[in-house]
C-alpha cells in the first residue's frame, strides 16, 4: 500500500471516527499529493510523496515558530498536533548522535576548519544521511563544531 492510500485510508477511518483535526490535516495532505500528480502528469514515486510530506512538515514547523513568537499559543499547538499526524507517515530520521557523528567525520574527511566550510560539509552529509537527516539540525551541529 502506497504511502497516498494508506494516508486516504486513514483519513476515512478518522471521518467516520468524528476526528476533525486529523481527517482536516489528512485532506490536505492528500490534496497536496494530489496537485503534485496532476503537475507531473503520473503517479508519485514513494520517495516524491515523502518530499511532499516533509515539505508539509516544514512549513508546519516554521508556522509554529511564527505563532510562538505572535504569542498565537492555541494556533501554534494545532499546528504541533498537525506535525505530529504528518510524522506517522514518514521514516523515522536519524537520531542526533548520528548525524553528530556523521557532521564530525565529514568535517574531518573534508579537512574543515571554519564557518567557511560549510558549503563543502553539508552536501556530504546530507548524501550520507538518504533523506533521513533534517538539515537544520545538521547545520547546528556544524555551528556547533566550530561556532
Do not use: C, H
Not at 42 to 68: A, C, G, N, P, Y
Not at 75 to 94: G, R, T, W
Amino acid at each position: 500500500m502506497s504511502t497516498f492510500e494508506q494516508i486516504q485510508k486513514d483519513m476515512y477511518v478518522a471521518m467516520k471516527a468524528g476526528e476533525k483535526e486529523k481527517s482536516g490535516t489528512l485532506r490536505t495532505t492528500l490534496a497536496k499529493l494530489k496537485d503534485k500528480r496532476i503537475e507531473k502528469r503520473e503517479d508519485l514515486s514513494e520517495s516524491e510523496e515523502i518530499k511532499v510530506l516533509r515539505t508539509l512538515v516544514k512549513q508546519r514547523k516554521e508556522s509554529v515558530e511564527m505563532f510562538e513568537k505572535g504569542g498565537r499559543k492555541e494556533l501554534a499547538s494545532a499546528e504541533k498536533a498537525e506535525i505530529k499526524i504528518l510524522n506517522n507517515y514518514l521514516p523515522q530520521m536519524m537520531p542526533e548522535d548520528e548525524i553528530r557523528n556523521i557532521v564530525k567525520t565529514v568535517a574531518e574527511e573534508v579537512g574543515a576548519t571554519s564557518m567557511a566550510d560549510m558549503g563543502k560539509i553539508m552536501p556530504e552529509v546530507m548524501k550520507r544521511g538518504k533523506g533521513l537527516i533534517d538539515g537544520k539540525t545538521a547545520q547546528q551541529f556544524v555551528s556547533e563544531l566550530f561556532g
